[in-house]
């Protein structure tokens, strides 16, 4: 069985919120290496790539709520900093999932995780499966 989440962000929105110094949005979002990662970023692209590492936090969470429709429970709410975008040793992007969203993955029985992300201009794309144990 394999499930699938997908989001689009709008760069200008995202910045938004990351300028934002009353909002803990930054801090709760993203983990000390998404932001290390994005802000070392070649031509001050930094929200390009946060942007589709926020897209890609959500499409995990729905592609985690899809599997636990199908395993018919009700899943509890996962932080998004449990939900950490990674580069592999090729500089492809991949998916860790801690704490929460570990512990959420391993009951739903999640037994690979594949990750796609694009940006362009004002927006980002990601594209999550997740394959399921029968």
């Known amino acids: 069985m394999i499930t699938v989440g997908t989001d689009l962000v709008h760069v200008p929105s995202l910045r938004e919120q990351l300028e934002d110094s009353a909002s803990a949005f930054r801090a709760r979002t993203f983990t000390d290496a998404e932001l290390a990662y994005a802000e070392s970023a070649p031509g001050g692209r930094a929200e390009q790539h946060l942007a589709a590492r926020f897209a890609a936090k959500e499409a995990t969470l729905k592609a985690l ?3 636990a429709a199908l395993r018919k429970m009700v899943p509890p709410s996962v932080a998004l900093k449990s939900i950490e975008i990674l580069r592999d040793e090729r500089g492809r992007p991949s998916l860790a999932l801690h704490d929460d969203a570990s512990a959420l993955a391993s009951e739903l029985g999640v037994e690979r ?7 362009d201009g004002d927006y980002a794309v990601a594209f999550v499966t997740l394959s399921l144990a029968q």
């Open 65 to 67: 709520d899809h599997a």
């Open 113 to 119: 995780a594949q990750l796609s992300l694009s940006h």
